[in-house]
């Protein structure tokens, strides 16, 4: 049996703080795929451990923006806290440019050692509710909230990125905030955590699979053509990319499901 439900956040924290999500289960699962998401999660494992890539993850961990597919080795039985932030939300809690988490997991207590003190509590809370008033209580006292102008920018920065475009570019994008190229691609790499190109690959592919969610019957050509892609190929070469498989393959392995554009 299986258990996965959101919880969104309070108001003082949802402009940063996408959801929490909540995921226990009665049997060991099989090896799950990860794919890009395009958010950075803190996560707390309250079950058995897991492995990726034959490391064990820490009970307490960071996953900052990745560009590829891992695999994830429950040990065990699952029981597992996720905060996902919003695209450029989590450097308003880390005291540290987000670029430094890219591609990795690491230790939540590595970032901030108050979060090994927060990893005790959550281990040991006896409810769901329980632990999420000890996340947002953590959350609001390392709360630093942007400048109004720069969370403005990013806030419109995410919404270009976020409308299917074939033609957008780094350059466009950078035309649309009132910023250099070097500029953006300085400011994404410390808020967001990875370049402006590959976050608007990363939400493109995250578009097809929505699209997919919402529309399984839809053929690939046209699903290329609403996500933004140049052409059916060149979705194919995508999905390759952030999921291992081929659309066709996705598809019969997987349910598609976007967690960049639900919840």
Same mark, same amino acid.
């Given at each position: 049996?299986?258990?996965?439900?959101?919880?969104?956040?309070?108001?003082?924290?949802?402009?940063?703080?996408?959801?929490?999500?909540?995921?226990?289960?009665?049997?060991?699962?099989?090896?799950?795929?990860?794919?890009?998401?395009?958010?950075?999660?803190?996560?707390?494992?309250?079950?058995?451990?897991?492995?990726?890539?034959?490391?064990?993850?820490?009970?307490?961990?960071?996953?900052?923006?990745?560009?590829?597919?891992?695999?994830?080795?429950?040990?065990? #039985?699952?029981? %597992?806290?996720? $905060?996902? !932030?919003?695209?450029?939300?989590?450097?308003?809690?880390? &005291?540290?440019? *987000?670029?430094?988490?890219?591609?990795?997991?690491?230790?939540?207590?590595?970032?901030?050692?108050?979060?090994?003190?927060?990893?005790?509590?959550?281990?040991?809370?006896?409810?769901?509710?329980?632990?999420?008033?000890?996340?947002?209580?953590?959350?609001?006292?390392?709360?630093?909230?942007?400048?109004?102008?720069?969370?403005?920018?990013?806030?419109?920065?995410?919404?270009?990125?976020?409308?299917?475009?074939?033609?957008?570019?780094?350059?466009?994008?950078?035309?649309?905030?009132?910023?250099?190229?070097?500029?953006?691609?300085?400011?994404?790499?410390?808020?967001?955590?990875?370049?402006? #190109?590959?976050? %608007?690959?990363? $939400?493109? !592919?995250?578009?097809?699979?929505?699209?997919?969610?919402? &529309?399984?019957? *839809?053929?690939?050509?046209?699903?290329?053509?609403?996500?933004?892609?140049?052409?059916?190929?060149?979705?194919?070469?995508?999905?390759?990319?952030?999921?291992?498989?081929?659309?066709?393959?996705?598809?019969?392995?997987?349910?598609?499901?976007?967690?960049?554009?639900?919840?």
């Amino acid at each position: 049996m299986e258990s996965f439900r959101i919880v969104y956040p309070s108001a003082l924290l949802a402009l940063y703080v996408k959801h929490y999500w909540f995921l226990e289960t009665d049997d060991v699962l099989t090896s799950q795929r990860i794919i890009p998401t395009g958010n950075v999660e803190l996560i707390f494992h309250r079950g058995e451990s897991m492995m990726n890539n034959e490391r064990i993850i820490p009970v307490s961990s960071i996953s900052g923006q990745s560009f590829s597919f891992t695999d994830l080795h429950p040990m065990g #039985k699952v029981n %597992m806290i996720a $905060v996902v !932030f919003h695209p450029f939300g989590a450097k308003a809690f880390l &005291n540290m440019p *987000i670029g430094e988490l890219a591609d990795s997991v690491v230790s939540a207590g590595e970032v901030d050692i108050k979060l090994n003190e927060l990893e005790d509590k959550i281990l040991n809370a006896k409810s769901d509710d329980e632990c999420v008033s000890l996340i947002e209580n953590y959350l609001i006292k390392s709360f630093k909230p942007y400048k109004e102008h720069n969370y403005l920018r990013l806030l419109s920065a995410i919404n270009v990125v976020n409308t299917p475009d074939e033609n957008m570019s780094v350059m466009k994008l950078a035309d649309s905030v009132c910023l250099e190229k070097k500029q953006l691609e300085r400011t994404f790499n410390d808020y967001i955590g990875i370049s402006p #190109k590959k976050f %608007m690959r990363i $939400v493109r !592919f995250q578009r097809a699979l929505y699209i997919l969610q919402n &529309n399984p019957r *839809i053929s690939f050509t046209q699903l290329a053509y609403e996500s933004g892609y140049y052409d059916q190929s060149h979705m194919t070469n995508e999905f390759k990319l952030f999921s291992g498989y081929s659309p066709t393959q996705y598809i019969s392995i997987c349910a598609p499901n976007s967690d960049y554009f639900s919840y």
